[in-house]
């Protein structure tokens, strides 16, 4: 009987694997083919066999030495490295006092913030861009960045992670003396590195791919983030393929990296997230 089990789990394990190897090599397929046409000659892109003999990185030393690609970059880097850190900080502390501190209309406030996500973003655009005219942030890195260093989702989903966190190290101390910010800053935080690196992901990806806004606010070429700039050369150089996916390549070689330096985190922060009340 024993044996039939394993042999079982052995059929179940294998017809896994394999769904899990076909799911893999169809994700990866597409960008397989991506980067060998960005390394093929612009006469070679619309064939399908490849000469190997004439792969080179001539696009990709094109884009970014007759562009402002670095200048794009930098942008791309500073916009979603300075709103990730500002998510993490600013949702973490809010969250932190909706689970653990007792103020007048707490509930209330929580429920204002989870009905926040039910505006859908678009409808905020309009208003969030006639704030900033006024403030005098259009083409500027403050419109770019300050507007979304603060979310709700990750607030609730920060707060029901502290939920988890047992109350007793807390108690310990606050009877050691510790102040609410180093229980904040030196036990919630260092406790809560999954779920912080969840959302330090999620965010770094939404910011780095983000096109619609940056559009918007950035009029001059010099405040381009990366989305943008490479839009603006496919529509100038949309018959060079191998060009315009060269440019792809490197904006999705950061997010692959930032990924798999926080993989095991990211596992762990969807895993153990509490749905606590």
Request: aromatic residues 18%; hydrophobic residues 55%; contains cysteine.
């Amino acid at each position: 009987m024993q044996k039939k089990e394993n042999t079982y789990g052995i059929g179940v394990k294998i017809v896994l694997y394999t769904i899990c190897i076909l799911w893999a090599l169809i994700t990866l397929v597409p960008y397989l083919i991506a980067v060998i046409t960005s390394l093929k000659p612009v006469e070679d892109v619309t064939k399908f066999s490849v000469d190997f003999g004439k792969l080179s990185f001539s696009s990709y030393k094109y884009i970014t030495t007759e562009f402002p690609f670095m200048r794009w970059l930098f942008n791309s880097f500073v916009v979603a490295v300075a709103v990730t850190v500002g998510n993490l900080l600013f949702n973490s502390m809010a969250a932190y006092a909706l689970a653990r501190l007792n103020f007048p209309f707490k509930k209330v406030v929580f429920y204002i913030i989870i009905g926040t996500m039910m505006i859908p973003g678009q409808v905020l655009l309009i208003p969030i861009y006639l704030i900033l005219n006024k403030l005098g942030w259009i083409d500027s890195y403050k419109g770019l960045i300050i507007p979304w260093l603060v979310s709700a989702f990750y607030i609730f989903f920060m707060r029901q992670y502290f939920l988890t966190i047992p109350k007793d190290l807390e108690e310990a101390a606050l009877i050691d003396g510790l102040s609410r910010f180093g229980i904040f800053f030196k036990i919630f935080l260092p406790l809560s590195l999954p779920a912080l690196a969840t959302q330090a992901i999620f965010i770094f990806v939404g910011n780095w791919n983000s096109f619609m806004w940056p559009s918007i606010i950035a009029s001059s070429e010099e405040l381009y983030t990366l989305p943008v700039g490479l839009n603006s050369f496919y529509g100038q150089y949309y018959q060079f393929w191998n060009q315009v996916l060269a440019g792809a390549i490197l904006l999705s070689l950061p997010t692959i990296i930032v990924f798999v330096a926080f993989q095991k985190y990211f596992v762990r922060g969807i895993v153990t997230t509490g749905l606590k009340e």
